[in-house]
């Protein structure tokens, strides 16, 4: 059986070419959203994916309309073919029953894979380059010395309960605690 997903990204967008070209390519059932992609929680995908059974196979009008990232779209397609379930995607002629489609999904993996990589590389010699020149990442610190003292005498004195300590030093009880177990 062929199982269709279409999405549009508002409520002001339509859903008709989508799912007309999904009823061309012979979806019998269609599962719908309009939300961004970029959203986590997608019910119609979600309806859809539990919907769907070993030997069906789900139907997209353009990749963009299932995954939010390349990342996200490949944990879907390899979801789906662990569950023995097709993909294919109307625009791009992607079928991943056939051995082209799957190559043409396997190539899409290595590069999202290369490319998490690089950034992963980037991102550690930019850390290092920058404590090279003195500089540690994080947040700045709230608290100087003197307020660290300050924090530390008000809260051994138990004179004064957490939150009246915080107030008076403008700062969140996590915080507090933060600078007072260091």
Known sequence: MKVGYARVS??????SLQID???KSGCTKIFTD????????????QKALDFLREGDSLVVWRLDRLGRSLKHLIEVITLLEERKIGFSSLQESIDTTTSGGKLIFHIFGALAEFERNLIRERTKAGL????ARGRKG????VFDDKKIKLARNLYDSQKHPISEICETLEVSKSTLYNYLKD
Do not use: D, F, M, W
Not at 34 to 45: L, N, Q, T, Y
Not at 128 to 131: D, H, I, T
Not at 138 to 141: N, V
């Open 10 to 15: 508002t409520h002001e967008q339509n859903l």
């Open 21 to 23: 070209e999904l009823k």
């Open 34 to 45: 309009k939300i961004s992609g970029s959203k986590v929680e997608r019910p119609g995908i």
């Open 128 to 131: 290092a380059a920058a404590r």
């Open 138 to 141: 994080g947040r700045p610190r």
